[in-house]
């Protein structure tokens, strides 16, 4: 039989809720000492009744009551008298195994910096076994938990971050810092400059895309440190940062400065990329004669959310071309542009694609006309597909360079190169959101003339929620350990990782007697109530 939920009606005003323990006793007989030993066992019960209910919410009770079959049933509860006094933020999970019978849990995942993590007489739910928490708890600042995407090559062994530098030393020390790990890497600068981060080919980025360096330091008597994103094509940026004051000197990259224990500080630095890159590493290093630095907990990377938040095309290479079908034009790909020179009276661009209209109807692009032919040339339309729609005039969108343009299409332009820019709100078009997913967009530049010549620079599909979490993103969490005492003790033992639940924890319960019954009066108004015990197998 399925465990089921407890019915959605509040009860009478005094249900009980309590905690039946498992003691036992041993009196001696020559002194009458008593011993008491707890033993396994301990569950919760209660009692809770119902009066004068109507009669709509009393078939929901007796319905609920009947099903359980008597002792048989199981149903999942909330105290009733669970009131959430802590803070409780951060998905805190089990910090390695625990035994059966331990009256104390090490967790780890929650949010750093919350002086009541839990307040006495809070409730958690972990593995399924419902616990109060007896003691207030706090979670200080612990730990650094970076995000799965690291192209940083030994993230927590400063020594392995860089080769040899002939100005100076990077060398493991045991030290104590708030990285998660006993090591960190003291940095003696002999002279100049001392590289003690640094990646070799690590990844492509396409322009607009967000790339982070982020490591926590303890500076003594050091000067700067620069930040150096560079790629096949140079360098995109160099940012430095005193170490002194821990702030941005100098560069393009936006710089986050935390400060954490131990004399430590968190630096992220954020470098929103102004050009397609191929192969972007990063160069990291200090300078200051003589100085002294401690480094730990490195990160490099990408920002791992979709990007630009939907499909995008810059079209910088055959591949991004490639992910459109063309009918009409002649296609070629150069200085990150595609031109499309027209071929026959109703040319298309068009492209496949899978996505819920709901969540993507942000729409970008920017393009330009090399030749006049006059007449339709600059009159640019697109249409989009579902499973029950084509490429119909009901899914046209005109968003042209000159004249009659959509309600829903912003113009902008042009600009110094020629450019238009336009900025297209689909979910105001009056089929976007009406018949399912999208499947399908087409892009016609011209209408019904041959040898238009257009420039293309890119189009995206944007959702304007996904942007907002992206721009918000930061590798870097600070996070908290915390020892969480629980009464009753555990009843199984853990593996480590389960999660704790705080919102609304639940135990399962079963019905203390196979009878039930109700009241009902003149009027049909009934009342009942019944005695539960958890189930502590």
């Known amino acids: 039989m399925a465990v089921k939920n407890f019915p959605d009606i509040s009860p009478d005003a005094n249900p009980s809720f309590t905690l039946e323990n498992n003691t036992t006793s041993f009196e001696s007989t020559l002194n009458k000492n008593v011993q008491h030993m707890e033993l396994p066992g301990a569950r919760w019960r209660g009692s809770v009744a119902f009066s004068n209910r109507t009669r709509q919410e009393a078939n929901k009770i007796k319905a609920f009551m009947t099903s359980l079959?008597?002792?048989?049933?199981?149903?999942?509860?909330?105290?009733?008298?669970?009131?959430?006094?802590?803070?409780m933020s951060g998905a805190g999970v089990v910090d390695g195994a625990v035994a059966s019978g331990s009256s104390l849990l090490n967790t780890k995942g929650w949010n750093a910096d919350q002086d009541k993590l839990f307040e006495a007489g809070d409730y958690l739910e972990v593995n399924g076994e419902l616990k109060m928490v007896p003691e207030d708890v706090s979670a200080p600042q612990s730990y650094i938990e970076y995000t799965d995407t690291n192209y940083m090559p030994s993230p927590f062994d400063p020594e392995g971050w860089a080769g040899p530098s002939p100005n100076g030393t990077v060398t493991n020390v045991t030290l104590a810092n708030p990285s998660g790990s006993s090591l960190a890497g003291e940095c003696q600068i002999v002279s100049g400059d001392l590289v003690f981060a640094s990646t070799t080919n690590s990844f492509n980025s396409v322009s607009g895309e967000k790339i982070y360096f982020c490591f926590i330091v303890k500076n003594i008597n050091a000067n700067n440190v620069f930040f150096r994103f560079q790629s096949d094509a140079g360098i995109e940026d160099q940012t430095r940062v005193s170490l002194s004051t821990l702030t941005k000197v100098s560069g393009s990259s936006d710089v986050l400065v935390t400060q954490l224990s131990d004399g430590f500080s968190l630096v992220q630095v954020e470098r929103v990329t102004s050009s397609n890159l191929t192969n972007a590493d990063i160069l990291v290093y200090a300078n200051g004669d003589g100085g002294t630095l401690y480094v730990q907990a490195a990160y490099f990377g990408k920002n791992p959310l979709a990007f630009p938040y939907a499909l995008y095309n810059q079209f910088a290479d055959a591949g991004e071309a490639g992910d459109y079908g063309y009918i009409g034009y002649n296609e070629t790909i150069g200085g990150g542009l595609i031109n499309l020179v027209s071929t026959n009276y109703d040319p298309q661009m068009i492209r496949s694609v899978n996505f819920d209209p709901s969540d993507f109807y942000i729409l970008k692009l920017r393009v330009r006309e090399n030749i006049d032919l006059g007449g339709g040339s600059k009159s640019m339309t697109m249409f989009f597909r579902t499973d029950t729609q084509s490429y119909a005039v009901e899914t046209r969108t005109d968003f042209s360079l000159e004249g009659t343009i959509s309600s829903w299409v912003a113009r902008v332009g042009p600009d110094e190169e020629g450019f238009y820019s336009f900025e297209i709100d689909m979910s105001q078009h009056p089929e976007w959101l009406l018949n399912g997913d999208i499947k399908g967009i087409r892009f016609?530049?011209?209408?019904?003339?041959?040898?238009?010549?257009?420039?293309?620079?890119?189009?995206?599909?944007?959702?304007?929620?996904?942007?907002?979490?992206?721009?918000?993103?930061?590798?870097?969490?600070?996070?908290?350990?915390?020892?969480?005492?629980?009464?009753?003790?555990?009843?199984?033992?853990?593996?480590?990782?389960?999660?704790?639940?705080?919102?609304?924890?639940?135990?399962?319960?079963?019905?203390?007697?196979?009878?039930?019954?109700?009241?009902?009066?003149?009027?049909?108004?009934?009342?009942?109530?019944?005695?539960?015990?958890?189930?502590?197998?």
Do not use: C
Not at 71 to 87: E, I, N
Not at 493 to 517: M, V, W
């Open 444 to 537: 016609d530049f011209t209408n019904a003339q041959i040898g238009t010549d257009t420039d293309v620079d890119y189009i995206t599909i944007e959702s304007p929620e996904l942007r907002q979490e992206y721009d918000a993103f930061w590798p870097a969490q600070l996070l908290a350990t915390a020892d969480i005492p629980i009464a009753p003790p555990l009843r199984k033992a853990l593996t480590g990782g389960e999660s704790i639940i705080t919102s609304e924890p639940k135990g399962k319960f079963y019905l203390g007697s196979n009878d039930q019954s109700w009241d009902i009066n003149v009027n049909g108004v009934q009342s009942m109530g019944f005695d539960f015990i958890e189930d502590v197998n």
């Open 69 to 87: 079959g008597g002792k048989v049933g199981r149903f999942y509860l909330t105290p009733f008298d669970a009131y959430q006094s802590g803070t």
